[in-house]
């Protein structure tokens, strides 16, 4: 019979706290709402490719649903509406993340942003077949 070890107790790591992070309670979720809507705002201020994609979510999330004939449903269209939206904004903040540390060109930094592209375009196509999967054994 193999013997069993005994596990010491997991210790926190010695990482000085993060001076920015002092909220706690209903104060940090305030904080965290507003550094949300700063975020909204920048990218759509900045981001032509966002404010396409929310105009086109004003149109098919109140179609999702009409169109849903379930709940499930529903949430299927309307999750993968928002999902295009969400990998969006991850793709704007990668863009910006690497831009941030340095605006010299890179390999490296081209294959970052490319990859946040290409999620982007998945998660189009993901939308698209969503829909079409719904939809289309209607007609």
């Known amino acids: 019979m193999a013997q069993q070890r005994e596990r010491a107790p997991a210790s926190k790591p010695d990482v000085a706290p993060?001076?920015?992070?002092?909220?706690?309670?209903?104060?940090?979720?305030?904080?965290?709402?507003?550094?949300?809507?700063?975020?909204?705002?920048?990218?759509?201020?900045?981001?032509?490719?966002?404010?396409?994609?929310?105009?086109?979510?004003?149109?098919?999330?109140?179609?999702?649903?009409?169109?849903?004939?379930?709940w499930a449903e529903r949430a299927v269209l309307a999750g993968s509406v928002l999902l295009v939206l969400i990998v969006e904004l991850l793709n704007t903040a990668i863009e910006y993340t690497v831009d941030r540390v340095s605006l010299e060109q890179h390999a490296l930094s081209k294959t970052a942003k490319d990859l946040g592209s290409a999620a982007?375009?998945?998660t189009l196509l993901l939308c698209a077949l969503i829909w079409a999967a719904v939809l289309l054994p209607r007609l």
């Open 18 to 70: 993060n001076p920015y992070k002092t909220r706690t309670g209903l104060s940090r979720v305030v904080h965290a709402g507003i550094n949300s809507m700063s975020g909204l705002r920048a990218a759509w201020q900045t981001e032509s490719a966002f404010r396409q994609e929310v105009t086109l979510a004003l149109i098919l999330l109140p179609l999702a649903l009409w169109l849903g004939h379930t």
């Open 120 to 122: 982007v375009l998945l």
